[in-house]
C-alpha cells in the first residue's frame, strides 16, 4: 500500500514541478515550496550525520581536542547575531583559510604546471601527418587563446597578437558550441529518466 | 519579399506549448519503442574500461558515488556498469558521496548491482561510507587517514568493525589502486583531481554531465586517465563492456529530444534569415 | 623533514607568483589596462534603451544563500563595478536602471555602488526617491521572470556568478527581445552565454572589465601578476614546442617534474 | 586588546595562519606538520557541517516574516504554502535525525518526495534551454555562426541514429574534443588557475575581506 502511495506522489509531484516550466501558478508554487524545504531538511540531516559521527563520537571516544571545532561550530551561529557578529568571523574565518590552502597548494601543479608540460607538442611526429597537423592546430590556438587573455600588456595589442587573439576567440566559440550542444544531451537525459519513471513505472505502459 | 518574410515570421513564431509537447510525446514514445541504432564507442570510454580491466583481485577501488537526484538518470547506469565490472575483477570498492543526495540514493543501485549475489560481502569485499561535507579539504583527509576521518559507515557500524576499512590503514592513498569520481559538480572533479591524482599519482577516472567534459579534457591524459561523458559515455561503456543496462535505453530517447531540439534550432534560424531579408 | 620530490617547480612558480604581487602592490607603480569592447558595447546597448524609452536591467549578484561571504565574491564585485557604470550612463540619459539582487547580503553593497553613481551624475534626489523600485531584492528565479515581463527592458545586464538559473533567465529576457550582456566566471555557464548573449565575457574578462573601471590597486595587480605568467608560460611552450620538433625535449620535460 | 584586534585582525590572522600550514603540508614532509594538517581538515569537515544549518534557519527566518506579511494582507493561500515549506523542512528533519537517516520512515520520505522533486526541477531546465535554442540562439555574427555550426553538429553526433549513416560525424566529434576543445579550454584552465591562486594570495593577505561579513568594525 505505501508503496502504491509512493508512487502516485512521485508522479503528482513530477507533473507539478513541470509546469513550473510553463507558468508561475499556485500549482507549480506549491510544489516549488515543498521542494525547497525537503531538500534543505536533507542537507541539514546529511550535516547532523556528520557532527555526529566526525565530531561528537570522537569526543565521546576520548579524542578530546575534537570539541574545539564544535564549540567553533556553534559560534558560527552568533551571525543572526546584531552585537556579536564578529564571534562567527572565527570558524568563517578557519574555513576559508583551509579551504583557500587547500585549493591554492594544488592548483599550481594541476591548473598551470602539468597543463604546461603537457603542451611540448612535436610538430614533426614520423610518419604522421595528420598528428602534425593537429599538434599545430593546437599550438595555434592554445597560444592565441592565452594571448587574448593578457589585459595589461601592450605588446599584446599589436597586429599579429590582435589577430592572433581574435582566432582565439573563435576558437573558443567553436569549443562552447561543442560544450552547449553536450549541455542540451544532459537536460535531455535527465528529463528522460523521469519520463520513464511515468511511462514504465507509473503508467506501467511498457 | 513579404509573402516571404511571412513565412519566416512562422518559421520563428511557432507556440512553445507545441515545442514541448513534441519533445515530451516522442521521447514517451520511443520509451516504448526503442529504435536500437548501434552505439559507437569512443576513446575516451575505452580508456575508462581498460582501467577498471586492468585491475587485479583484492584492488582497492575508491569511488565518490557524489550525483544527486537530478543527475541520477545517468550517473546511476554508469555507476552499475563500473561496480558490476569491478566485481568480475574482484576488486574491492569503497564508496563515499561527496553530495549530500547520493547516500539516500546508494541502495536503489544496490538494488540493482546485487553484489551479495556475487559473493560479494558488505564490511570485506565493499563498504558505504555516507556523506562527508567539507568540500575539498575533505578529499585530501580522505587519501591521506579515512579511518581518522570516519569512524563509522552509514548504517552506523564502527568502522574497525569492517576488515575493509581495516585493510586501508594508514596511509591511505597507498592502498588505493583507482579513483572513480561521478559527480555533477565541477569543482569536486577538479578537487579530487588535485588531491589524489595530482599529488599521490593515483589512477583516476571520472563520470560527469556531459556538459562538464570540456572543462575536464585539459587534465587529461596528464591527470585522469578516463572521462565517461555522461549518459552517452555510460551507454557506451555497456556496449564496450557487454553488460546491459539502462543507459542504452536512454540513448534512444536522447536521440528523440535531440532531434525535435535540433529541428527547432534550424527552424528559428530559417525563420530569421527569411525575416531579416525580408527587413533589409 | 625534507622537501617533496616532484614539487619543486610548483614552489618555485607559487613563491612567484607571491613576490610579484607583492611586488606590484607595494611599489604602487601604475597600471595600464586595455578597454575591452564590451564596455563601447554596454554604452551602445543603454544609449540604445535610452532612444526606445524602455528600463535597462543589470541582475543576478551573488545566488540563493551565497554572496559577499563566499569565494565567489571577486565575481560579484566585478559585476557591481559594471552596474555602476551603466547606472552612470542610465542617471545622465535619463532611463530607468533597475538592479536585482538575488543574495540578500549584497543588496547594501549595490545601494553604496547605485549612490555613488548618481551623485555622481548630480541626480542623488532621483534615486533616493526611486530606491525601493530601483534596487528590489528578488530571491527566486520567478520573481525574475516577472519582472521581466512586467517592465520589459531593452538592455540587460548579466555579470556575475551563476548556476543553471542562468538558462531560464537569459532566455526570458532574450526572448523578450532585450540586448543581453553576460559574462561569468563560473566555467560551465560560459557556453550558454555564449550562445544566448549578443556580447559575453569570458572568464576573466569579468574581472579585467571590473579593475578597469573601478582601478583598485589589488584587482589591477592580480591581473598584471596573472599575465606576466602567462606571458612566461606562452614562452616556455613555443620553447617546448621546437625543442620537441627537434626531438630534444627532454631537460625542459625534467623542469617541469622537477 | 582592542576591540578592532579581536574582532577583526585575530580572524584575518588565523585564516592567513591555517592557510600556510595547509600550503606547507604539500611541499614539505614533516610528521608534526602532517599530523597538525590532518586534524585542521577534519575540524573542517565538522565546522561547514554546522555552516550547513544556516540554510535551514535562514529560511524559517524568511517564511516567518512572510507569513506575518501575508497575514497582514489577508493572501491566505501564500500563507499556507509558507506554513507548508516549514511544516516539511522541521518534520523531514526530526525524523531524520531521531529516527535515523537510514531508518524505513526517512527513506521512504526520501524517495517519494526529495527524489522526484529534486530530479524533475533540475530536468525541467531543459525546457528553458530549448525555447532559448529556438527563440533566442541566431547566428547573427561570425561568432554565433561558428557557435551555432559546431553545437548542431555535435548534437548529431551524439545521436547513434545519424552517426549510423553519417560515419564522418564521430571522427569530427572526437577531432574537436581532441584538438580544438582541449587546446582553448587549455588556456581557459591556466587562466582561472593562476586567477585562483591569485585569489588566495589576495585573501591569506586580507585583501579580500568579504567573508568577514558586515563592513563596520
Redesign the interface.
Known sequence: MADVIGLWIQAILTIMITTLAWKDTPVSKTAEHIYVGVVTANSIVMAWGNIDSIGLSKIFAGDIIYILPVILGLMAYFRYSKENFWIYRYPIALVVGIGVGTAMRGLVGSSVIDQVKDSFWSLNVPGDIGASVNNLIMLVTLVSALIYFLFTIKVARGPIATRLSTFGRYAMMASFGYSFANTIATRINQYAGRISFLVLEWLQLG | MGEQSGIGNTL?N?P??L??SL??IL??YI??NP?G????V??LTIDCYDAIDALQPGDIILMDQGY???????HEPGFIVVFRHAIDKGAKVVIVSTS??S???L??AIDKIKPAAKGYEYGVDWVHL?????????Y??IV??IN?????D???TPTSALPLMQELGVPTHEKIALVYIMTAG?DVV??W???SA??YDLKFITQV???????I????P??CDGIL????GAAEYEVYSGYSGEAV???????M??????V??????IG??MTKGGSS | MELVAGKMLDLVVLAGIWAVTLFLIYSKREIWIRRLPALDFIEEAVGRAAEMGRPVVCQGFGSGSSGMQSSIAPMIMAGLAVLGHAARICARHGTQIVATMRSESVVPVADEVLRTAFRLEGKLDEYLANREEMLPWLPTQAAMVALAHRIRPAAHIIIGAFWHESVQIAETYGALGAVQIGGTGRLYQIPFFAAVCDMNLIGEEIYAVGAYINQTPQMLSSIATADYFKLAFIVFILLGVIMATLGMVDPLVSLFSW | MSQRTIRRQIPLALTFITGMIITFDWFIKWEPLQSVTKTILNFNVVMVAFMMGFAGVNLIMLHTRRIKRNMSQNKMLDVAISVMLLACLIGWSAVGIFMGRSSDTYQWLYSNFNLPLSSTAYAATLFYLASATYRVIRARSTETIILVVVSIITIMSNMPMFVTYIPALLIFKTWIANVLVKASYRAITIGVGLGGILMGVRTLLAMETGFLGAVEE
Open positions: 520563428a511557432l512553445t506549448w515545442y514541448f519533445i515530451i521521447m514517451a520509451t516504448l529504435l541504432f548501434p552505439i559507437p569512443t576513446s544527486g537526484a537530478g543527475t541520477m538518470a545517468f549530500v543526495e547516500p539516500m540514493l541502495q536503489r555516507g556523506y562527508v561535507a567539507g568540500g575539498e579539504p575533505a585530501a583527509s591521506e587517514d581518522n576521518l570516519f569512524t563509522e552509514w548504517e552506523q565541477g577538479e578537487g583531481i588535485r588531491q595530482l599529488r554531465n556531459e556538459m562538464m567534459v570540456p572543462t579534457l585539459p587534465y587529461y596528464i591527470n561523458n555522461g549518459g552517452v535505453k536512454l540513448s534512444d530517447m536522447m536521440t529530444g535531440g532531434l525535435v531540439v535540433l527547432f534550432l534550424i527552424l528559428g534560424n530569421y534569415f
